[in-house]
């Protein structure tokens, strides 16, 4: 769930991007049917998660799996903003 | 319509900061990359022209690391809004779809990049959220960047603008506004962007008037053309009529009257309701800030940061020119008092001649009073343009990064020699200035009792001294809100000081960030400090917040927070003592 008062904007995207890049293979966020890659900005952007929406986070290759907790706890934690 | 007959042309926009301003108009645009041409690439090519464009990023990603890297430290958020714009030059959407186009396609890379950019434009613009509609913006600025690059173009130096003007432009990217001599900046009139732009954000936070999303500014408005901009309103009169002029004149005054009333009552003695004073100046980096520590009632300049002068050249700066920026602030500032730091960067690094090396923890690095005293020629320079202001007022010198004794000692010498030296060459300087320590390193703290044995003031830097205490870095995500200026630690290294200061007849005085937050005033105070240090804009709160309570009072509440065991304990007991002044002053504040 997105809490922070933007929502999911540029620069909470870039942190997300940050950590996904690290991934062995793409890592996915999802929202409703549709899904970006968290690698880019961009794509997360054009989800248009506003606050409240509900987002879920899943990885290509297993062995992200880490990655994916911490993104979901950057999410669930408002960015610390 | 003759020409000398004024125009009286009125466009409206969004008023993205407020205030009034008269002036002429410098306009910016992007010629020259409007026009992309499309052309087919040979198979073979193929490769050199990702290469091509490749390189196009990795300069933009160059001159973004630079403009981040030259941004003093106290625009961080700007610098965050640069960062992300760094990733997304990276951004698969952007540069891997470019890449992916120039491939399968066979087109040149200027066609496959705005082939690209046109399409992400699509999509955002179809959104309905305004916040993520505006933010096309910073991939339509990028591409543009990269865009110069691929065709060559060199693009306006916005940082060379040198009269007062109202800038008018299309747009402005973070990269650009960052450049801007903003001194020189009367307002900021664009075609795109809105309250939340990066422009929007910047003019607020500068007070500086603009209007935004005009649509046709850049078509309307010539070079050099008088116009009004109203930011409170988001009007643009160009080419006004002299009744409009005198209109926009008194609304002028009446604002700027309205702005006074709010700084005048910071005008006022910063004394308690027991009497009792506490000193507060301005914390500046530019001799230009001066006037506004003043006209915000600061009581002179309690840390003058030096470093901008190091910054965005290839060479050190001459005596001479460090003179003349030192005598004009302690000129202005006379006879209130002014305290130079000396150089507290790595100097090296930022003067690109020298060749830079990096360094795996800067922080504990070459810096500070470590850096100059490995750079003799360096410190006399800066040395020398401190003593020779001195002559024009009240100057007081202090060390930054200052860990070991033998450091203040050698630092003192170095004073002596630059004044010997001085005398040698028959050049005017004064040597009745103070010096000081300024205690940002745990082990100055432990050092206390000798450190004051050897100057005549401590100033507490408490940004750093809170980093390498609790050896938080303030700018990791991870850790960053464990930074607590009223961690027990943090308390317990403050008393410790205010008891050496005391003991040793030394003066104290506060220059961090946690000095510009009123909540933090009655702590400060009740331990015994003599003055704080803030930024200007926090001079008139926390001077209420002063003139709001008793010394009496604060004594005894610092005797009390002392015993707490968390910085929350020590925060909840400030919220509830100081409720209704801290409400007050947050409700003056807007």
């Known amino acids: 769930m997105i809490v922070n008062e933007l929502g999911l904007h540029a620069r909470t995207a870039g942190l997300i991007a940050r950590i996904a890049a690290q991934a062995r293979d793409t890592v996915w966020i999802g929202r409703g049917n549709s899904t970006a890659d968290a690698g880019s900005i961009i794509d997360m952007l054009t989800l248009e998660c506003t606050k409240g929406t509900r987002v879920n986070i899943s990885a290509t290759d297993p062995a992200d799996g880490a990655l994916v907790d911490r993104i979901a706890q950057l999410i669930n934690s408002g960015f610390k903003e | 319509m003759p020409e000398t007959k004024s125009r009286k042309i009125i466009l409206t926009g969004i008023g993205a900061s407020p205030g009034i301003c008269i002036g002429k108009a410098y306009l910016v645009d992007k010629e020259g990359v409007e026009v992309v041409g499309r052309y087919y690439i040979e198979p073979d090519q193929i490769e050199q022209e990702v290469k091509r464009f490749k390189a196009a990023v990795k300069k933009v990603r160059d001159e973004l690391r630079a403009i981040i890297e030259n941004t003093p430290k106290e625009f961080l958020t700007p610098t965050s809004i640069l960062e992300t714009q760094e990733v997304l030059l990276k951004d698969k959407m952007l540069y891997g779809k470019t890449i992916d186009t120039i491939e399968n396609e066979s087109v040149n890379a200027e066609w496959a990049l705005k082939k690209v950019v046109t399409k992400a434009r699509e999509t955002f613009q179809a959104m309905s959220d305004s916040y993520l509609k505006e933010r096309v913006a910073d991939i339509v600025q990028l591409s543009e960047r990269i865009m110069h690059n691929l065709v060559g173009a060199v693009p306006v130096d916005i940082g060379k603008i040198a009269k007062r003007v109202i800038l008018v432009a299309p747009d402005l990217s973070p990269a650009e506004t960052s450049q801007i001599q903003l001194e020189r900046i009367k307002g900021f009139v664009t075609d795109k962007g809105g309250k939340a732009s990066h422009t929007g954000i910047l003019a607020r936070s500068l007070e500086i008037p603009a209007v935004l999303g005009l649509k046709t500014a850049t078509m309307e408005i010539k070079n050099e053309d008088l116009m009004i901009v109203d930011g409170s309103a988001g009007i643009v009169i160009i080419d ?65 940061r030096t470093e901008f002068q190091y910054m965005g050249r290839t060479d050190f700066p001459t005596e001479e020119e460090l003179y003349e920026k030192y005598s004009e602030t302690v000129e202005v500032a006379s006879p209130r008092p002014v305290t130079i730091r000396t150089l507290d960067i790595n100097g090296d690094k930022y003067i690109a001649a020298q060749g830079s090396y990096e360094e795996q923890n800067p922080a504990l690095g070459l810096r500070g009073i470590r850096y100059c005293l490995q750079r003799p020629d360096v410190f006399r320079t800066q040395l020398r343009a401190i003593l020779r202001a001195a002559v024009h007022g009240n100057v007081s010198v202090m060390f930054p990064m200052v860990a070991t004794l033998r450091e203040v000692l050698a630092a003192k010498q170095a004073v002596r020699e630059a004044a010997e030296s001085l005398a040698q060459d028959k050049i005017l300087y004064s040597d009745r200035i103070s010096l000081g320590v300024l205690v940002e390193v745990p082990s100055a703290v432990m050092m206390a009792d000798l450190l004051a044995d050897e100057v005549d003031f401590f100033s507490v830097g408490t940004n750093d001294l809170i980093q390498y205490t609790l050896a938080i870095d303030r700018g990791n995500e991870k850790v960053a809100h464990l930074f607590r200026p009223l961690d027990p630690a943090i308390l317990r290294m403050l008393k410790h000081l205010t008891d050496v200061a005391k003991e040793k007849n030394i003066q104290l005085f506060i220059c961090g960030e946690m000095a510009g937050y009123p909540i933090h005033i009655p702590i400060l105070m009740g331990m015994g400090m003599d003055g704080l240090s803030v930024n200007p804009q926090s001079i008139p709160s926390v001077k209420h917040m002063i003139r709001s309570i008793k010394k009496q009072d604060t004594e005894a509440l610092a005797a009390e927070a002392l015993k707490l065991r968390s910085a929350e304990k020590v925060f909840q007991m400030l919220q509830s003592n100081y409720k209704e002044i801290l409400e007050e002053i947050g409700q003056r504040k807007q």
Do not use: F, M
Request: proline share 3%; hydrophobic share 30%.
């Open chain 2, 240 to 304: 006004p009529s002299e009744q409009q002029l005198i209109d926009y004149e008194e609304r002028k005054i009446e604002y700027e009257q309205h702005k006074a009333e709010i700084s005048r009552r910071s005008q006022a003695p910063a004394e308690t309701l027991d009497g009792h004073r506490l000193a507060v100046l301005g914390n500046i980096e530019r001799s230009e800030q001066v006037t506004s520590v003043l006209d915000y009632g600061g009581q002179g300049i309690g840390l003058y």
